[in-house]
């Protein structure tokens, strides 16, 4: 089983996809930049959470092409457009992008107390809480 199998099916078995558009864009992402020197764990679990939607999938799109072409090897340059992008944003939208660098760093995320995050968003947080776990169990 392919590296791209193996992490659709650690998120199926889970229920992890909102919809089959969802399934269809993580998987496109991981079809596409899977076989990089850049990707990781941690941009898997970036690429699980844009592709929630449209506007982050393209978001990302541009991102990992500018990678790709760039020949680079990390997700540095990922990581400080996050940071500069989460800046740009307020709300819920500020720590989903928060959430994809904590991926990119390995490192654990965590609310600030007191933050209040519209249902939405906090529906989008948990389950990309959720595949990270299961993103964290495969083994390749």
Same mark, same amino acid.
């Given at each position: 089983?392919?590296?791209?199998?193996?992490?659709?099916?650690?998120?199926?078995?889970?229920?992890?996809?909102?919809?089959?558009?969802?399934?269809?864009?993580?998987?496109?992402?991981?079809?596409?930049?899977?076989?990089?020197?850049?990707?990781?764990?941690?941009?898997?679990?970036?690429?699980?959470?844009?592709?929630?939607?449209?506007?982050?999938?393209?978001?990302?799109?541009?991102?990992?092409?500018? +990678?790709?072409? =760039?020949? $680079?090897?990390?997700? !540095?340059?990922?990581? /400080?457009?996050?940071? &500069?992008?989460?800046? @740009?944003?307020?709300?819920?939208?500020?720590?989903?992008?928060?959430?994809?660098?904590?991926?990119?760093?390995?490192?654990?995320?965590? +609310?600030?107390? =007191?933050? $209040?995050?519209?249902? !939405?968003?906090?529906? /989008?947080?948990?389950? &990309?809480?959720?595949? @990270?776990?299961?993103?964290?169990?495969?083994?390749?």
């Amino acid at each position: 089983m392919s590296k791209q199998e193996t992490y659709l099916e650690a998120l199926d078995r889970q229920g992890l996809f909102e919809d089959s558009a969802h399934r269809t864009r993580f998987k496109e992402l991981l079809d596409c930049y899977s076989q990089y020197p850049f990707f990781n764990r941690g941009l898997c679990k970036c690429m699980y959470l844009s592709a929630w939607d449209e506007e982050h999938f393209a978001i990302i799109l541009g991102v990992l092409t500018d +990678l790709a072409l =760039g020949r $680079e090897r990390d997700t !540095e340059e990922m990581r /400080i457009q996050g940071e &500069a992008m989460a800046e @740009e944003h307020m709300g819920g939208e500020y720590y989903v992008y928060q959430l994809s660098n904590a991926f990119l760093d390995n490192r654990e995320f965590e +609310l600030e107390e =007191g933050v $209040e995050l519209s249902e !939405e968003f906090e529906h /989008i947080i948990t389950q &990309a809480l959720k595949a @990270e776990k299961a993103i964290d169990q495969v083994s390749l």
